[in-house]
């Protein structure tokens, strides 16, 4: 394999440092991008149901935050609903928030808070207001909605752990805030401690997919303290009101405070969130909510987003691209989720309520594993290395604490949610980074335990270890006979050969590294297994039982039991190890090139489900890499917006918004592992990544014309650069690419094997 191990020097202990902030980007962000069904035509034609909704939500709060904050128009913490939705036009207050955004997932330990003036009402049917999309203002930072129901404005931001809302009264009134510790299940507590000024409560978590229902081993807690004090409170559930302090796992129930209000007076509250203790939140209340000034706080909260959101400075005459690249960014910036207290303080991962303490770093759960380790997580393995470091030590504790490395950490939990083992993808991409300030050792030994062992029956249906490995290592691939029962996504057994087949030649890439010659050689023979699934009769990937024969019938446009969300021919494309290989099962670069179009000519192809995200780079590797740079601006136009309806299926903890990213500055992580980036053509006249050490990567297009598309030449710190991908270093080191482009295509990127991207064949 011509892609070598980049041994960079380790970006422990190194500080970010943003572009020049020339411009205000914060307000180029529009949060209800995606809060809409989606409306691009690929997700028309192949999405369903959930699949057309982005599923985001308006979030106020800073990146990668424990806690968001959003207006609540839908009250469960079921499954696939979102708190917030666009077509919805009454709300039921504002929450505090753990959604897995863009996820088809389901909230947890959330806590919702409701004003209301006049008589004191404590059924949702009866005090939910109307609200009006031209009355609401939207920004990371900050959220705004007047209610004419009750001649109310409700003001809120956020900080990483807390959240202060403020509440204008435009009349004289009494004022009645509604304390909900959300829970589907009648669980969780609440008081009001009126000697304190304080409420605090909490809402048990629970598992989702394997281990469905059972207690997750934390809770959601929040304390709450006021600017002024109520001069009324109590507890309810439902519709009885009752005069006492608090009250324990009762439907529907919840606290009430109340305030008298003058014309113009205003109320703040400020609320504190963990998922470790009631103290833990107070400490963390302590901490980020020091004072009242509450709009001092949302300029800082901006300065934050200012910040992280100008590391990418772009240039363009075309706002339209500001607005969605930079609401991109924001997207891409919700996950994962910090989960401990400002003392290091966590809840044990896999545990039940123990608690864990940092010894150095952050802790961070709620990654969607499938989805993010292809582009949203390497989009920080370049912007923000330490980040990246803190994620992978958070999985090595995981494993630590749970005895093994999980499969799709959410919940603090094993799910076995998807499919794959992109955990140990995802480790191996940042090894390979040369971002390494953990015990890489461990780490392996984890990864290593995975790829090799499958653990006892219990511990295996409690979501550890993974799925059908046996089969896999027994044919070389998972048969039809093995329907995977004991996983959230049953059979897919092609898919999941697929990319267990990358994850073998992902802990390859650290076995070699780490010198374990034994392991390196196993595995990098086991990356070759996507072989036996595909057929070279069909051309495609194919289901197959134990005795090598096909499954019959092939359909090869239709959605099939042994692939995973897609078809036979958009999954054949997922083999990001050696696109040469698959390239050679089809019988040359030609052909491959000839499957790419029948994909893209016959409206196969699906942006709105990531395992075809890396499909529009592949002309890279044929003699057509301008193919790449046409259908990659294609996708940028078609399936991206500013409006509600404006992303293509499931944002997925921001995945659908990093390829955004990615496509937009004209390169992609095909293979994360590798540390290549595939070019294609910058949406932009130029742009500058803000790198650590102040070193800034910069790239600058020439065109020919104002539509001129095709890539014609290339150069790097002014000297001539002929392959059609960059290096992680390339990016890191600082520099500056130079693309010149034309109207018409030519022959740049066509020449030598050399020029194009690696894979394990030749």
């Keep these: 394999m011509r892609c070598k191990i980049l041994l960079a020097v380790s970006y422990a202990g190194m500080v970010l440092v943003g572009t020049v902030h020339a411009q205000d980007v914060v307000h180029y962000v529009q949060p209800l991008a995606g809060t809409a069904p989606s409306t691009t035509r690929a997700a028309l034609k192949h999405g369903a149901g959930t699949e057309l909704n982005a599923n985001t939500i308006p979030a106020v709060g800073l990146p990668f935050a424990m806690t968001q904050w959003t207006a609540e128009t839908r009250q469960t913490e079921n499954k696939c609903a979102p708190p917030y939705v666009y077509a919805d036009t009454k709300l039921t207050g504002f929450r505090a928030t753990h959604w897995l955004s863009g996820s088809c997932t389901q909230d947890y330990g959330s806590l919702t808070i409701m004003p209301i003036t006049g008589k004191l009402k404590t059924i949702a049917a009866q005090y939910r207001a109307t609200f009006s999309h031209k009355d609401e203002v939207t920004t990371p930072n900050y959220y705004r909605v007047h209610l004419p129901d009750y001649s109310l404005t409700t003001e809120i931001t956020a900080t990483r752990r807390s959240g202060m809302l403020q509440f204008t009264a435009q009349k004289a009134d009494s004022l009645y805030l509604l ?29 989702i997919y394997q281990g469905w229902g059972n207690p997750a081993g934390f809770n959601g807690y929040f304390v709450i303290k006021t600017d002024r004090s109520f001069s009324t409170h109590g507890v309810y559930k439902g519709a009885d009101v009752i005069h006492a302090d608090s009250l324990h796992s009762a439907k529907d129930m919840g606290a009430y405070i109340g305030f008298k209000l003058n014309k113009g007076e205003q109320v703040r509250i400020a609320v504190g969130t963990s998922f470790s203790s009631l103290a833990g939140a107070l400490r963390n209340l302590n901490a980020e909510m020091q004072g009242w000034d509450f709009n001092g706080l949302v300029a800082k909260n901006k300065a934050v987003w200012q910040k992280a959101l100008s590391q990418v400075s772009i240039q363009t005459g075309n706002e339209q691209y500001k607005r969605i690249f930079y609401t991109s960014m924001y997207h891409s910036m919700q996950h994962p989720r910090l989960f401990n207290d400002v003392d290091g303080i966590y809840p044990q991962f896999a545990g039940n309520y123990q608690l864990q303490h940092l010894k150095g770093g952050e802790y961070y759960d709620d ?55 992109h955990v140990s993808a995802f480790i191996a991409s940042a090894y390979t980074k040369g971002i390494r300030n953990y015990n890489v050792n461990e780490a392996y030994r984890l990864m290593r335990q995975n790829a090799f062992e499958t653990p006892s029956t219990a511990v295996y249906k409690d979501g550890k270890g993974r799925r059908a490995l046996t089969s896999y290592l027994q044919y070389g691939y998972i048969p039809m ?282």
């Design 481 to 762: 006979e093995d329907s995977v029962q004991d996983a959230f996504h049953k059979k897919e057994q092609v898919s999941r050969t697929l990319e267990y087949a990358y994850d073998d030649y992902a802990v390859a890439q650290v076995a070699r590294g780490l010198n374990k010659t034994a392991d390196y050689k196993t595995l990098t023979a086991r990356s070759f297994n996507y072989r036996n699934v595909f057929d070279p009769a069909v051309n495609m990937v194919r289901g197959r039982h134990t005795d090598k024969s096909w499954y019959q019938p092939f359909k090869g446009n239709h959605k099939e039991p042994y692939i995973t969300e897609g078809t036979p021919q958009q999954y054949t494309f997922y083999v990001p190890q050696d696109v040469q290989g698959l390239a050679n099962l089809m019988g040359g670069n030609d052909k491959l090139e000839a499957s790419l179009d029948k994909l893209f000519d016959g409206g196969e192809y699906w942006h709105g489900n990531e395992p075809g995200h890396q499909i529009p780079f592949m002309y890279n590797f044929t003699a057509s890499p301008w193919k790449t740079q046409a259908r990659v601006k294609q996708i940028l136009e078609d399936e991206y917006s500013d409006g509600p309806g404006g992303l293509s299926g499931n944002d997925d903890a921001g995945q659908m918004s990093a390829w955004y990213v990615f496509g937009a500055l004209g390169f992609y992580p095909l293979d994360p592992v590798c540390g290549q980036y595939l070019l294609s053509t910058p949406l932009f006249d130029s742009y500058r990544i803000g790198l650590t050490y102040g070193k800034n990567f910069s790239v600058i297009t020439h065109r020919a014309s104002a539509g001129a598309l095709y890539i014609a030449s290339v150069k790097y710190n002014h000297k001539p650069y002929s392959k059609n991908y960059i290096t992680h270093s390339m990016i890191t080191n600082g520099g500056l690419l130079e693309i010149w482009l034309t109207d018409k295509p030519g022959n740049w990127g066509t020449g030598a094997q050399q020029q194009q991207p690696a894979s394990l064949s030749k």
């Design 367 to 421: 990654f969607s594993m499938w989805d993010i380790y292809r582009a949203q997580l390497p989009l920080f393995e370049i912007l923000k290395p330490s980040l990246i470091n803190s994620c992978v030590n958070s999985m090595i504790l995981k494993g630590q604490q749970g005895g093994w490395l999980p499969i799709f950490p959410c919940w603090n939990s094993y799910t076995a949610a998807m499919i794959g083992d």
């Design 179 to 207: 304390i909900t510790p959300n829970s589907d299940r009648g669980e969780g507590f609440v008081k009001v401690d009126a000697k304190k000024g304080l409420i605090w409560g909490y809402n048990p978590a629970h598992r």
